[in-house]
T-cell receptor, first 112, second 114 residues
Framework: GENVEQHPSTLSVQEGDSAVIKCTYS??????FPWYKQELGKRPQLIID?????GEKKDQRIAVTLNKTAKHFSLHITETQPEDSAVYFC???????????FGSGTRLLVRP | EAGVAQSPRYKIIEKRQSVAFWCNPI?????LYWYQQILGQGPKLLIQ????????DSQLPKDRFSAERLKGVDSTLKIQPAKLEDSAVYLC????????????FGPGTRLTVT
């Protein structure tokens, strides 16, 4: 079956610093790569996604980079703020199934 | 646009009792998902519907869990009988399933089995 791993499992940064979370997957047929953010006690919400024909995508302070050959993609957050504190999940997916396999999550803590 | 609705928000039951959760997806969303999220873990897909047909239920414990999607809209997830390890948040999500892949999650139902 599909295997999805995230690293690190926890990450603590000072406000204003950058944070990078890496997701490694096993299914070579994956072609859609989203990142979800889940604040404490709330529902997961999509924050950024990328397709396999694009190597990088940026949206203000967040960006996602994809290395399909190595089967990993990363979430980059610059100029971190306390409200970025949450658990982040990657969930690589095949077009044909619309089925998300969530990673185990990365807990990000931004210290003021 | 109204979001995904779920009820109840919280439920406490004793083991061996039964419980049912309800989900109303975003209007027009053909695909509906039920996830189980145990504390400290990522959501795990239990079942996926496309309209009113089951696409994937490979991780649904069928001896105790059942789900249906009425007329391709609302859905219910039932557990009977419940076990202690079923304590989790049950999330419902929906997506268009064709043009866009983004899944929209409901607020979840927090189940505690004692």
């Amino acid at each position: 079956g599909e295997n999805v791993e995230q690293h690190p499992s926890t990450l603590s940064v000072q406000e204003g610093d950058s944070a990078v979370i890496k997701c490694t997957y096993s299914d070579s047929a994956s072609n859609y790569f989203p990142w979800y953010k889940q604040e404490l006690g709330k529902r997961p919400q999509l924050i950024i996604d990328i397709r396999s024909n694009v190597g990088e995508k940026k949206d203000q302070r967040i960006a996602v980079t994809l290395n399909k050959t190595a089967k990993h993609f990363s979430l980059h957050i610059t100029e971190t703020q306390p409200e970025d504190s949450a658990v982040y999940f990657c969930a690589p997916q095949r077009d044909s199934s619309y089925k998300l396999i969530f990673g185990s999550g990365t807990r990000l803590l931004v210290r003021p | 646009e109204a979001g995904v609705a779920q009820s109840p928000r919280y439920k406490i039951i004793e083991k061996r009792q039964s419980v049912a959760f309800w989900c109303n997806p975003i209007s027009g969303h053909a695909t509906l998902y039920w996830y189980q999220q145990i504390l400290g873990q990522g959501p795990k897909l239990l079942i996926q519907f496309q309209n009113n047909g089951v696409v994937d239920d490979s991780q649904l414990p069928k001896d105790r869990f059942s789900a249906e999607r009425l007329k391709g809209v609302d859905s219910t997830l039932k557990i009977q009988p419940a076990k202690l390890e079923d304590s989790a948040v049950y999330l419902c999500a929906s997506s268009f399933g064709t043009v866009t892949y983004e899944q929209y999650f409901g607020p979840g139902t927090r189940l505690t089995v004692t």
